[in-house]
């Protein structure tokens, strides 16, 4: 998940993740351009969070909570490995 510190979104996205049992793996960008531009390039989004499961990118925290409430995120993430 990309992220940065203050973002309560991350924040949100990280509580979420990790009551369905994620493996959580967050890459900071306080302060790193170069990470910003390489999360923008993969994404085609210049906002945080920005989570993957696997190599899947389910988007930002809206799209997380969305899958939950279909039901979605932890059949998706069994299937990652968590």
Known sequence: MY???DCPFCQR????LLR???KLEKIE???DAEG?????RRTG???????????RHVGG???????????ELEPLLRGQGG
């Open 3 to 5: 992220c940065t510190t």
């Open 13 to 16: 996205a990280e509580k979420l």
């Open 20 to 22: 369905r049992g994620a």
């Open 29 to 31: 960008l306080d302060g």
């Open 36 to 40: 910003w531009a390489e999360m923008e």
């Open 45 to 55: 989004r210049d906002t945080v969070p920005q989570i993957f499961i696997g190599d």
């Open 61 to 71: 925290y809206d799209e997380l909570v969305e899958l939950d409430m279909d039901g």
